[in-house]
């Protein structure tokens, strides 16, 4: 199944080149440190028309919404509040409780009720790889039925379903189809004396001395939760191997992690981690502090999902910030080739007490999730299609960038843990966390991989 996901990746990307389109490895703006359970009221809001539940007389359900939008300045935190405010003002027997966590502490927790069979009404997952084995053990309902209500299958964008998609049935609807990308702020590049942004890894490279050396913390990261470095990691392999399809090569017994291209990467990673590109103690950083890094002015550089830029438009560098493609490395790579995010997903138990009304709510939300994100001026890289002109909107310089990017789109990659299975990944996520600890032989960590891999199939 993965196999056929990868092999459609490049439909994937080119239907992002909608106009519109955007959220997280996360979400959007999912990666906060904030981890809490929250009671919903029933403040009013002005939302699109769309089907209410109906319960039966007198009866109160309550469904638990587990979801990764913990920051209270991001707009995909008040879109979630928002509608949930307005579907319990519309539906007063209807309680939607928030279990709000952050990226990996969500997908710790998931594992934990998955193994005791007790998942959320709703839930997030990641496409592919990672949804697999909940899929597998058959923790997640059919949304076949709800997709056909309201016509909600044709509000997402060509192909984007595929990655959520079991024997014919979809399991999770996404919240953004994404593309990651070089945030930038002019003001630390200029103070910087930095004309231009780095065409190549060696220009990149000597960028991230030149801030070092201004005392600019040149690379925002917060390598606590592991992902964040692999993704960075992964725009060089994309390079270093002259385009996509290199984790899909390793499943297909065409080439191992031996692979000069994945030795190259791992050294050129090193060169940015000797060369002082990230904070200082970034293993102890998680996602939400890394990224305020950057968007407090603090830091040259985020090299991050789309999904990120309403959050930066809503932070105190909005106006301040470009976005640019990873640069070729050693002459290989088409910086039109990005790593791809289709975003995490809404899921729905299928042991809950509550299925159709969960249905109702799920369909009324992601029914409205396009109209309201786009209100919020966070429609960039959303999974579903917009109706909507951003300038006449009032976007900012930065989101009709990032929407010009889309429209370059060629082709591209997923990430390592949404292709390889989990103890596979799990393995490549802690080894990458370790080159910030510690200068390790490239080839050394190629051999891990590939026993990974191996002890793994």
């Known amino acids: 199944m993965v196999s056929k996901k990868m092999k459609a990746t490049s439909t994937i990307a080119l239907s992002a080149a909608l106009v519109l389109s955007m959220a997280a490895c996360g979400n959007s703006n999912n990666n906060e440190s904030k981890g809490a359970t929250e009671s919903k009221g029933n403040t009013a809001t002005n939302a699109p028309d769309a089907e209410t539940t109906k319960t039966e007389s007198g009866k109160k359900v309550t469904i638990t919404f587990q979801n990764i939008y913990p920051d209270p300045a991001t707009p995909s935190y008040k879109m979630l509040h928002e509608l949930v405010d307005q579907y319990e003002k519309e539906n007063p027997n209807i309680h939607i409780e928030l279990d709000t966590l952050n990226t990996d502490q969500q997908k710790v927790k998931l594992k934990t009720q998955a193994a005791s069979k007790e998942i959320p009404d709703i839930t997030i997952v990641n496409p592919a790889a990672q949804m697999k084995p909940f899929v597998d053990a058959k923790l997640f309902a059919p949304l076949n039925d709800m997709l056909d209500q309201n016509g909600l299958k044709d509000t997402y964008q ?7 998609s079991f024997d014919g049935n979809v399991y999770a609807l996404p919240d953004g189809n994404n593309i990651e990308v070089v945030y930038y702020n002019k003001e630390l590049f200029e103070q910087a004396g930095i004309a231009d942004t780095p065409k190549t890894f060696d220009e990149l490279l000597q960028d991230v001395k030149t801030l070092k050396a201004k005392g600019i913390t040149p690379i925002a990261i917060g390598e606590k939760d592991s992902w964040t470095g692999s993704f960075l990691f992964m725009n060089i392999l994309l390079r270093t191997n002259g385009g996509p399809g290199f984790l899909q090569d390793v499943l297909d017994g065409k080439k191992t992690f031996e692979d ?3 030795v190259e990467a791992v050294d050129r990673f090193q060169d940015l981690v000797q060369a002082g590109a990230f904070p200082d103690g970034a293993t102890s950083i998680d996602a939400n502090a890394g990224g305020n890094i950057f968007k407090s002015g603090k830091a040259a550089m985020w090299v991050i999902g789309s999904w990120e830029t309403g959050a ?16 070729s490395v050693n002459g290989k790579g088409d910086p039109n080739e990005f790593m791809l995010a289709p975003g ?3 899921a729905i138990s299928a042991n809950s007490e509550h299925l159709q009304e969960t249905k109702d709510f799920l369909n009324f939300f992601t029914l409205n999730l396009p109209k309201k994100q786009f209100e ?7 999974g579903q299609k917009v109706d909507g002109d951003l300038k006449g909107a009032g976007y900012s310089d930065l989101a009709i960038n990032i929407s010009g990017l889309f429209n370059q789109v ?6 390592f843990d949404n292709t390889m299975n989990p103890a596979t990944a799990q393995v490549h996520l802690s080894s990458i966390q370790n ?3 510690q200068k390790v032989d490239s080839a050394q960590v190629a051999k891990e991989h590939q026993t990974a891999f191996e002890a793994n199939k």
């Open 158 to 164: 060509s192909g984007l379903l595929d990655y959520y």
């Open 260 to 262: 000069p291209a994945f």
């Open 312 to 327: 930066i438009d809503a932070s105190s560098v909005a106006g301040k910030a470009g976005a640019f493609q990873f640069p």
């Open 344 to 346: 995490s997903a809404f």
């Open 376 to 382: 919020l001026k966070n429609a960039v890289g959303i």
């Open 410 to 415: 060629k082709g591209g990659d997923l990430a």
């Open 435 to 437: 080159l910030f600890v």
